[in-house]
C-alpha cells in the first residue's frame, strides 16, 4: 500500500491541518507541507481575513488550496496553524478550542491578554502548541522548572528596521533613525516586553511560559544599526544548572521575523506522530 502523499507513512494517522495567515511565516508553511514535507500532516486549507487576498497570494504560486473563514476552519481541520497578526489569535484559537481541537500559536505575546483560552483548552479537551520559534533552549528552561528557576533573562538585539514601529518606541517618541551605535530601548518584564513589541518579541513570552512565568522574566531590547540578524541571548540561574545561550536568526522576507520560525514549527509537527522524539 503507498503512502497518500510524498512524506506520509502508511499507518500513520492523518492530522487534517489548515494555515491560518499567508505571510513571510504562513507562506513557507504552505510551501513545505503541501510538499509532504511532515508524515501524518495533510494541510487541507488556508484560512485568512480577507479571502480574496488570500486567493490571489495563491494563485501567484499557482497553488489550488481551499480557503476558508475562520469561523469554519474546525469543519475542515483537527489543526489550525495561527501565522496571523497578533490581534486576531483570540477568535482562531477559539473556534478550534471549542471544538476540542488543536492550534499551534506563533504570536504567542498574545497569549497573555487571553489566559482564558488555556482554560478553554482544559475545559473542552483541546491543546495550545507552542514551538521554540526564533529562540533556543526552552527545553532547557522547562527542565530547569521541575525544580527551582531563581532568575530568566533575555537580551534582545536587533537591527534598527526591525524595531521600526513598534509601539512602546511610538508611545515613548523614541527615533532610532540617527542611531550610531548599540543602544538599549528597553527593559522590563517579558507581559511589558511583549504589550510594547507585539511584532519582535514573541520569544521572550515563549520563554516566560516555559520558565518562571511573564512577571518574573527580565527582558532587554536593544536597537544596533551596525547588524543584520536578530540575536537572542538567554541566561538562567536555576538549583540544576546555570546556563547561557545565544541564538543569530537570519531574517526573512520580513525583518522582524527570522526565517527559522517556520522551520521550528514544521519540527514541532514533526515530534507530533514521530517514532523517535528527541528533546522534552
Request: proline content about 6%; some cysteine; hydrophobic content about 50%.
Amino acid at each position: 500500500m503507498k503512502p497518500d502523499r510524498p512524506g506520509q507513512l502508511t499507518g500513520t494517522k492523518v492530522l487534517r491541518t489548515a494555515v491560518v495567515g499567508l505571510g513571510a511565516i504562513g507562506s513557507v508553511l504552505v510551501d513545505k507541507l503541501r510538499a509532504g514535507a511532515v508524515p501524518g500532516i495533510d494541510l487541507v486549507a488556508v484560512a485568512a481575513r480577507d479571502l480574496a487576498k488570500a486567493r490571489s497570494a495563491l494563485d501567484k504560486i499557482d497553488l489550488d488550496l481551499r480557503i476558508v473563514s475562520i469561523s469554519d476552519l474546525p469543519d475542515v481541520a483537527d489543526l489550525a496553524i495561527e501565522c496571523a497578526p497578533a490581534a486576531v489569535l483570540e477568535p482562531i484559537a477559539r473556534v478550534m478550542l471549542e471544538q476540542g481541537k488543536k492550534v499551534m500559536v506563533l504570536s504567542v505575546g498574545a497569549l497573555l491578554a487571553h489566559p482564558e483560552l488555556i482554560e478553554l483548552a482544559r475545559r473542552r479537551g483541546g491543546q495550545i502548541l507552542v514551538p521554540t520559534g526564533a529562540l533556543l533552549g526552552l527545553d532547557a528552561v522547562a527542565a530547569a522548572a521541575e525544580g527551582m528557576i531563581h532568575t530568566v533573562r533575555l537580551k534582545t538585539t536587533k537591527p534598527v528596521k526591525g524595531l521600526l514601529g513598534a509601539p512602546y518606541l511610538v508611545e515613548n517618541g523614541i527615533d532610532l533613525s540617527a542611531l550610531t551605535r548599540p543602544t538599549r530601548v528597553f527593559e522590563g518584564n517579558a507581559r511589558e516586553a511583549a504589550k510594547g513589541f507585539p511584532a519582535n518579541l514573541n520569544v521572550a513570552v515563549a520563554l516566560s511560559l516555559a520558565g518562571i512565568g511573564p512577571d518574573r522574566t527580565i527582558v532587554e531590547i536593544w536597537a544596533d544599526p551596525a547588524i543584520d540578524r536578530n540575536t537572542h541571548h538567554i541566561e538562567v540561574e536555576a538549583d540544576s544548572a546555570s546556563f547561557e545561550m545565544t541564538i543569530r536568526n537570519v531574517p526573512s522576507d520580513n525583518p522582524k521575523t527570522g526565517r527559522i520560525t517556520p522551520l521550528s514549527a514544521i519540527a514541532a509537527l514533526r515530534k507530533l506522530a514521530a517514532p523517535l522524539r528527541v528533546g522534552s
